[in-house]
């Protein structure tokens, strides 16, 4: 967020604005941060909603976070004039101006009139994860500079959840459409922090649906310096034995990753630990190293369902040799093998709950073709919804998808940046979805 700009004399200048109140001064990164850790991790969003709503003499500032499938919103902090009755009250995206916002990543305005107080919808976003929305009332139509300021806040938030997040229960209760079973809450925790992650190389985002009897499917992946890392399991059986099973998958893939092992190694180390303490138990899954150096990448298929790529708009199984599943009691090897990915590809890895046979009726490659123009978030949040729905909201097994969009090295195909001027803002919703614009 810019704080000053440059003054007449050469000095700093803050910026100001007309609030519909007098003259209101720009609110600055370094103020809402430090608003935000001095007050208490639950009332931080609080906090910053109240320090805009006196800025910009809003009627009412409020922030909704999305839950972990992105079909619905929860309002946790505010100011003004907002409904807060406990239990907050949880509202479906489907069809709402919500999800455009989410979908589109660019802010909404909305005027009803002369003596209608102006309602603006800004995506709070942090690297491709759609954290939730940011709302605001206003008593005037707000300029460029009003709908800067208010990008700007949003993105902000983004980070003050991301920080406070660790010291509060809060914000996982908001992205909990259901009280989780044991066994979903294991599931969890298994699960990168951060459900999407776009970087100038690529963008990548994973969506699980549990089983009625959670099957102990996971995603994760890693940013380093010169590599990215995507990995997708499944363990065998159901409710807490696959999330236990699952646990200790996760746990040696990461301890074997972070000691800097390539991919064999970390396969081979997922491998021993099943074998040693997993029960004659046994994980399927999939590792994949891309370098973003120079786009090389390497593959371990450990007993598991082959991944889908789509070029050109056409979809195609990819069929690299499977190798046996993480804990098998047989002399087997992994084998490290190479992918044919190009620039504008996209790669869908997925769990074998994504081909049930309830599900026969869903064509999985023409739905990729149809939801070429999403982000990957939202495209790998549609599939899952398509098998939920193929299967009447009752999956046998867990449904799990990882979507890759790679753009390939030398690449930058990323906007950090979650404000709009006022003509984008307030362009048609429909228009902007369709052109696929998804920065932030």
Not at 291 to 299: A, C, P, Q, R
């Amino acid at each position: 967020m810019t704080a000053c700009e440059p003054a007449g004399d050469g000095g700093p200048a803050t910026r100001t604005y007309e609030n519909g109140h007098g003259r209101g001064r720009a609110m600055t990164l370094a103020e809402a941060l430090e608003a935000a850790e001095a007050a208490a991790p639950v009332e931080s969003l609080d906090v910053v909603a109240r320090m805009l709503a006196e800025r910009l003499g809003a009627a009412s500032v409020s922030f909704l976070i999305t839950d972990f499938t992105g079909g619905s919103v929860v309002r946790l902090g505010a100011a003004g004039s907002v409904e807060t009755a406990e239990p907050a009250q949880r509202i479906t995206l489907r069809g709402t101006l919500y999800d455009d916002v989410i979908r589109s990543q660019r802010p909404s305005v909305e005027d009803k009139g002369e003596g209608a107080l102006v309602r603006i919808v800004a995506p709070v976003t942090n690297r491709g994860d759609a954290i939730g929305l940011l709302e605001l009332f206003l008593p005037v139509m707000p300029d460029a500079e009003v709908m800067r300021e208010i990008g700007e806040t949003a993105h902000a938030l983004a980070y003050i959840v991301i920080a406070n997040r660790s010291f509060t229960d809060v914000y996982q209760w908001g992205r909990r459409t259901t009280p989780l079973s044991l066994a979903a809450e294991i599931q969890h925790r298994l699960l990168p922090a951060s459900l999407a992650c776009e970087a100038a190389q690529f963008a990548v985002a994973g969506a699980l649906e549990p089983a009625d009897h959670v099957g102990g499917d996971t995603f994760d992946y890693v940013i380093d310096r010169d590599t990215v890392q995507l990995s997708v399991t499944d363990a065998m059986g159901h409710d807490v034995d696959a999330a236990l099973l699952a646990t200790l998958l996760v746990g040696a893939l990461r301890r074997a990753r972070r000691a800097g092992a390539d991919l064999a190694e970390q396969a081979c180390q997922a491998d021993k630990a099943m074998r040693e303490h997993g029960r004659l138990g046994y994980v399927t899954g999939q590792l994949l190293r891309i370098s973003l150096i120079d786009g090389k990448t390497e593959f371990i298929n450990a007993g598991h369902p082959w991944p889908l790529r789509m070029r050109d708009g056409q979809v195609r199984q990819i069929t690299p040799k499977i190798d046996m599943p993480f804990g098998f009691h047989f002399p087997h090897t992994y084998r490290v093998q190479s992918l044919d990915l190009r620039p504008g590809d996209r790669l869908v890895m997925l769990t074998d709950g994504m081909l049930e046979r309830n599900a026969n009726s869903l064509d999985l490659a023409d739905l990729l073709v149809h939801t070429r123009a999403l982000h990957p978030r939202e495209a790998a949040r549609t599939l899952i919804a398509a098998i939920v729905e193929a299967n009447h909201g009752h999956l046998q097994d867990d449904a799990t998808v990882m979507c890759l969009d790679w753009h390939g090295v030398g690449q930058s195909q990323r906007d950090a940046d979650t404000g709009a001027d006022l003509a984008e803002a307030s362009a048609p919703s429909t228009d902007r979805a369709e052109r696929g614009a998804f920065p932030g």
